[in-house]
């Protein structure tokens, strides 16, 4: 089975607020988290990671916090604009090289 | 530098034929993965490559297999075509042997079987 599950299939955000995509992983000896945000038509587009020994990471509008204790890790998007509107996954790459999703958000952002 | 690119970037089919997809990996990069993404069944691992041998293999019957070549470049090939393996096919790209090494993705394939 997966080991990443989104919480919620779908956010609808307006324009300029901030968004939080939530994802919970079952398998504790998880190490590695990748976001993924994926457009029409296209294929999953590299967002961010976090190794373990962190809990957070910051890049260019995005945050991404992990909680081992909880096994639960979440995206934060700063500002958010239209072209932000996208499918984000949360994905675990394990020690054999597969990378494991979750099903996706789908996020609307309302102008 | 070019991304992960991905031939023919759509596809019909009928029920028994089989399909060979191409994949360009970013230069440098050594391993490939394919993934199938279908609206029911989410994004699911198929394969990784690197160095010209199959690391892992995902929960796909024998239909599915697929190979690289010594410049890295992979392609998957799909036998006796159900209507079920109509799906987006993408493949990914990381640049070493390492497992924490991010994947980067192609734009896909879109395979649709009459």
């Known amino acids: 089975g997966e080991s990443v599950g989104l919480h919620l299939p779908t956010l609808s955000v307006q324009e300029g607020d901030n968004s939080i995509i939530n994802c919970a992983y079952s398998?504790?000896?998880?190490?590695?988290f990748i976001w993924y945000k994926q457009e029409s038509g296209k294929g999953p587009q590299f967002i961010i990671d976090?190794?373990?020994?962190?809990d957070k990471r910051q890049g260019q509008r995005v945050t991404v916090l992990l909680n081992k204790t909880v096994k639960h890790l979440s995206l934060q998007i700063a500002a958010t604009q239209p072209g932000d509107s996208a499918v984000y996954f949360c994905?675990?790459?394990?020690?054999?090289?597969?990378?494991?999703f979750g099903a996706g958000t789908t996020v609307t952002v309302r102008a | 530098k070019a991304g992960v690119t991905q031939t023919p970037r759509y596809l019909i089919k009928t029920r028994g034929q089989q399909v060979t997809l191409s994949c360009s990996p970013i230069?440098?990069?050594?391993?490939v993965s394919w993934y199938q993404q279908t609206p029911g069944q989410g994004l699911q691992f198929l394969f990784e490559?690197?160095?010209?041998?199959?690391?892992n293999k995902g929960n796909f019957p024998g239909r599915f297999s697929g190979r690289q070549f010594s410049n890295s470049r992979s392609e998957m090939n799909v036998s006796t075509l159900e209507l079920g393996d109509s799906a987006l096919y993408l493949c990914?790209?990381?640049?070493?042997?390492?497992?924490?090494?991010?994947?980067?993705f192609g734009p896909g394939t879109r395979l649709l079987v009459l």
């Open positions: 990914a790209s990381s640049l070493s042997s390492l497992y924490q090494e991010t994947q980067y």
């Open positions: 398998n504790s000896a998880s190490d590695y």
């Open positions: 976090i190794r373990s020994n962190m």
């Open positions: 994905a675990d790459l394990s020690n054999d090289y597969k990378l494991s």
């Open positions: 230069s440098g990069h050594r391993s």
């Open positions: 490559y690197f160095s010209e041998t199959q690391r």
